[in-house]
T-cell receptor, first 116, second 113 residues
Framework: AQSVAQPEDQVNVAEGNPLTVKCTYS??????LFWYVQYPNRGLQFLLK??????LVKGSYGFEAEFNKSQTSFHLKKPSALVSDSALYFC??????????????FGKGTKLSVIP | DSGVTQTPKHLITATGQRVTLRCSPR?????VYWYQQSLDQGLQFLIQ???????AKGNILERFSAQQFPDLHSELNLSSLELGDSALYFC????????????FGPGTRLTVL
């Protein structure tokens, strides 16, 4: 079974400061990891993914994420937060060795508030 | 805009009723996934179809069913509705391949009164 934990329900950060949204995962095979963002009354938008290779993954809107295999973590980061980054962020995992089923398991989400 | 469309945007109905939610995947995507988002359960995977065939089932109730048609659009049927079925229902699509991201539609908000 695969699972994702986002330990913080809410993260507050001042505009211009760096932000981190935490995610840890559990999967039996190779982890394929994803970050999505959800704005109010909208669907989820894909931000970035880790499949293999470089542990630092760059994505949309200046976001990046660091894969750490030993800590089973995939934290989302941004060097300088914008007020427009305020949204709900979801981490998701898929077992890369699963046969046929490509379902994503999502964390409960972290609400990011960027304070002007 | 992800390219995934869902209709209707909002649906209000009564307990015991049946509704159908519709999804059109991105052009070229063969896989369709259905998810339910509620405050208490979060985002839950319901079911996946690939090129017309059911591929995986998640936490889908027996009262719920889905299908994917030859033109690749998909429908999620919810019957004998209960108050607890009120939620946002998302459809997502992807190209084949385990490493590919899913693209989500805007969702259908179902309210059961």
């Amino acid at each position: 079974a695969q699972s994702v934990a986002q330990p913080e329900d809410q993260v507050n950060v001042a505009e211009g400061n760096p932000l981190t949204v935490k995610c840890t995962y559990s999967v039996s095979g190779n982890p394929y990891l994803f970050w999505y963002v959800q704005y109010p009354n909208r669907g989820l938008q894909f931000l970035l993914k880790y499949i293999t290779g470089d542990n630092l993954v760059k994505g949309s809107y200046g976001f990046e994420a660091e894969f750490n295999k030993s800590q089973t973590s995939f934290h989302l980061k941004k060097p300088s937060a914008l007020v427009s980054d305020s949204a709900l962020y979801f981490c998701a995992v898929r077992d890369g060795t699963g046969a046929g089923s490509y379902q994503l398991t999502f964390g409960k989400g972290t609400k990011l508030s960027v304070i002007p | 805009d992800s390219g995934v469309t869902q209709t209707p945007k909002h649906l209000i109905t009564a307990t015991g009723q049946r509704v159908t939610l519709r999804c059109s995947p991105r052009s070229g995507d063969l896989s369709v996934y259905w998810y339910q988002q509620s405050l208490d359960q979060g985002l839950q995977f319901l079911i996946q179809y690939y090129n017309g065939e059911e591929r995986a089932k998640g936490n889908i109730l027996e009262r719920f069913s889905a299908q994917q048609f030859p033109d690749l659009h998909s429908e999620l049927n919810l019957s004998s509705l209960e108050l607890g079925d009120s939620a946002l229902y998302f459809c997502a699509s992807s190209v084949a391949g385990v490493s590919n991201e899913q693209f989500f539609g805007p969702g259908t908000r179902l309210t059961v009164l």
